[in-house]
């Protein structure tokens, strides 16, 4: 089985690789997304996980790592962006700068609330998948909203970087809300596997 460091790690990555990922605006069909909602619904499993198999504290613990690397991946982006030289990377990392900051918030809030109401829900309903899909579907609805608010309409006034129309934010916000929540459905049976002989 997976061992706890390793979850942790894959959970922190995701993030990290989630902030840098939402840069990227998806148009399909008219369903406006970032192309960070992969990443985050990987580790909302992945903590979901972590708190089936070692408990709410190490779920906890996880956030903090997540945000302890996120940290760490704003401190380095900003320090590439102040190397000489010009590159699409610039593009990329100054416009990720009000995404990471958003995230920050974000994970603060809706990571804590996505294992605290794991946790409630594992103590009261015995059905593996309903806690895995319950807390997500609740907490997503947190994470995105606040996390596209900020990152799409606040932050970028105040640091510099891309706004996007209310009306675009608002798609984003239920699109990937929709994806996501549709992620934790078809991800259970690895959250199953997983957590198995939790």
Known sequence: MV???TLVAVYAAMLAI??????KVVSINGWEFTAGVVPIAVAFLVSDVLVERHGEDTGHTAVWAGFSA??????????????PGESVVNDVF???LPILLASLTTILLSQHTDVWLFAQLKERLPYRPTRNIGS??????????VFSLLAFAILPVIVGGTTLPLSVITTIVI???????????????VFILLTNDS
């Not at 809300?177 to 259970?188: F, H, N, R």
């Open 3 to 5: 061992s706890k460091h």
């Open 18 to 23: 989630a902030n840098v990922a939402a840069v």
């Open 70 to 83: 996120l940290l760490i991946t704003i401190a380095v982006t900003q320090l590439v962006l102040y190397l």
């Open 94 to 96: 100054g416009a990720s």
């Open 136 to 145: 997500t579907v609740m907490s997503q609805g947190v994470d995105t909203t």
């Open 175 to 189: 699109t990937e809300w929709l994806i996501k929540s549709g992620i934790a459905v078809m991800d259970t049976p």
